[in-house]
């Protein structure tokens, strides 16, 4: 962290949940410690969307740490999955990943020349873990339950067993995929989810070769890039991966509270690593510029084989639509813009 801390403005990206609030008090933590000024939170706000409510843990932490500075930006329509903000970047880079990886746009800009710091993204790094039961289990073999048994087992079949094993329990994911581009998709995932290594310092390595990071990071750095920020991710950082590897050993650091609560300690308030709930942003991203592509697009710029268009166009007319339907919602925009852009050039050479 300390190369964002000296790059002033140091901003925080923080919204209240346990791996934002993480990287907050780590941020001020090695600022204090080394004599320099703390990081700004920054916050966003969405007035009237109440799945997106997390101020009372936002104040909880930003009073434990003794903030005396922390920018709340009230956000309106303008981080819709088609609005300005979203149209501008897909515009320059083309589709991005996530869908709401624009989300951040305000954050940089506060940020403009300086540096942000993210909390990216400890939910599939503490959470995601598929053997963490079983191998807990075997670390504790008096007190494992006649379930753990079988977890243990299942751990330990071979990858192909495994993957068996689990394509059964997948839900169908996306309900506008054509069946047959359903099937391939449970069994790619079920494949995947196989593989996954079974000791803790070895899932280390695979987890950091996740496509969906890869590209998550690579988005925001073009997002970032726009005001000259530099963003950093301190949970994928190589170095603190491998220090998390080689702490963790087989088995880990138990479940995600057990692992915040361990590595980050009264740095936070004790009651934010048992908290149940996480805000929810959707409904506040499916705004009127989505809505209204939703209602008139006509089919087209997608891979009819693989997609169902009448199914996915209920799919975004739900009241709060999955976030994967926004990835392709935005690649039928972009498809619609090179449309019209090929048109009117065939006019104007005509």
């Not at 969405?46 to 922390?70: I, M, R």
Request: aromatic share 8%; with cysteine.
């Amino acid at each position: 962290m300390l190369p964002a801390l000296e790059q002033a403005p140091c901003v925080v990206s923080f919204s209240g949940g346990v791996d934002s609030s993480a990287a907050l008090a780590l941020a001020v933590h090695v600022a204090r410690e080394r004599g320099l000024a703390d990081p700004v939170p920054v916050s966003l706000r969405f007035p009237g969307v109440a799945s997106t409510e997390e101020s009372d843990w936002q104040e909880l932490v930003v009073s434990h740490l003794e903030l005396a500075d922390w920018e709340r930006i009230e956000i309106g329509g303008e981080l819709d999955f088609l609005g300005e903000t979203a149209r501008t970047a897909l515009v320059a880079h083309g589709l991005l990943w996530p869908a709401n990886a624009h989300f951040h746009a305000p954050v940089f800009a506060r940020a403009a020349g300086g540096s942000v710091l993210t909390g990216l993204d400890g939910d599939g790094l503490f959470r995601g873990w598929r053997w963490q039961r079983a191998r807990a289990a075997l670390a504790r073999p008096p007190a494992a339950a006649p379930r753990d048994v079988l977890r243990v087992l299942f751990a330990a079949a071979p990858a192909p067993v495994r993957a068996a094993g689990i394509l059964p329990r997948l839900p169908p994911y996306r309900t506008w995929l054509r069946p047959m581009a359903s099937w391939q998709l449970r069994a790619r995932l079920a494949v995947e989810a196989g593989r996954e290594p079974t000791r803790w310092d070895t899932r280390i390595e695979w987890y950091a070769r996740r496509r969906y990071l890869t590209l998550g990071v690579h988005s925001l750095a073009l997002l970032a890039g726009a005001h000259d920020v530099q963003v950093v991710h301190p949970l994928l950082d190589p170095a603190v991966l491998s220090a998390l590897a080689a702490g963790g050993g087989a088995t880990g650091y138990g479940t995600r509270g057990e692992a915040m609560s361990g590595l980050i300690g009264d740095l936070l308030p004790s009651e934010l690593f048992t908290r149940r709930t996480k805000g929810e942003f959707g409904r506040a991203l499916w705004g009127e510029g989505s809505r209204a592509f939703a209602e008139d697009w006509d089919g087209r710029g997608l891979d009819l084989d693989l997609i169902d268009p009448e199914a996915l166009a209920r799919a975004w007319k739900a009241e709060n639509p999955p976030l994967a339907a926004a990835t392709l919602l935005q690649a039928a925009w972009l498809a619609a813009q090179e449309k019209r852009s090929s048109s009117a050039m065939a006019a104007g050479s005509s």
